[in-house]
């Protein structure tokens, strides 16, 4: 199992980015995935997740309105599109999997991508 981030970078407060994470060596539509952050000095947190099977989603109440997870089954690769971002939602991104549902992903990940760094200005 392999997962690559991708699309971070710096964009003004209010702004948009789409992360993408490639995946390799599962079908993203028979596991969970989800998608992370860690700030500076913050705890890692869990923005966002898509089961498998049913494709149900997940989100933190931070990004609740703002964040849309998704998936491309053709290109196994998911993605989050981040609109109106804050300079709160700074953080390194992080996309993971676990067997199991989204409750398994949030807590118990597998396996992570290397992280796509997010930073928004004021």
């Known amino acids: 199992v392999q997962l690559q981030a991708s699309g971070g970078g710096l964009v003004q407060a209010g702004g948009s980015l789409r992360l993408s994470c490639a995946a390799s060596g599962f079908s993203l539509d028979s596991y969970a995935i989800g998608w992370f952050r860690q700030a500076p000095g913050k705890e890692r947190e869990g923005v966002s997740c898509?089961?498998?099977?049913?494709?149900?989603?997940f989100y933190a109440d931070s990004v609740k309105g703002r964040f849309t997870i998704s998936r491309d089954n053709a290109k196994n690769t998911l993605y989050l599109q981040m609109n109106n971002l804050k300079p709160e939602d700074t953080a390194v991104y992080y996309c993971a999997t676990a067997e199991g549902g989204c409750h398994r992903v949030l807590y118990e990940a597998d396996y992570w991508g290397q992280g796509t760094q997010v930073t928004v200005s004021s």
């Open positions: 898509i089961s498998g099977l049913s494709g149900s989603t």
